[in-house]
């Protein structure tokens, strides 16, 4: 249903945008968000927001280094990541969701119904 992309090798400070694609043009998010796992560990939230522009939220690891947006008309949805760490390097995943969820609720990866296949970041000099 999603189509990740963007991923790629950037060096410490740099920058990448990734982009979330649903595959049905007409299909209509309530939630969307991003998500990032490394080997070994959970999945972790990155960041997410109602898809009708209500409220945007950040993990605290990234907050005021990556922005996530959205294109309505072309029902996308794109993570700007700008200052990489090398911590940053993992596997990034788009998911959604139909419900709008509060904003407590959008870090718990169970509560979304669509993935996309995840896209690889690799921060390293």
């Known amino acids: 249903q999603l189509q990740a992309s963007g991923g790629g090798l950037v060096q410490p400070g740099g920058s990448l945008k990734l982009s979330c694609a649903a595959a049905e043009r007409t299909f209509t998010f309530g939630t969307m968000g991003w998500f990032r796992q490394t080997p070994g560990k959970e999945r972790e939230f990155v960041a997410a927001?109602?898809?009708?522009?209500?409220?945007?939220n950040y993990a605290d690891s990234v907050k005021n280094r990556f922005t996530i947006s959205r294109d309505r008309a072309k029902n996308m949805a794109f993570l700007q990541m700008n200052s990489l760490k090398p911590e940053d390097t993992a596997v990034y995943y788009c998911a959604a969701t139909t419900s709008r969820l509060i904003t407590s609720s959008r870090s718990n990866s169970r509560l979304y119904d669509y993935w996309g296949q995840g896209t690889q970041v690799t921060v390293s000099s």
């Open positions: 927001f109602r898809w009708d522009g209500s409220s945007t």
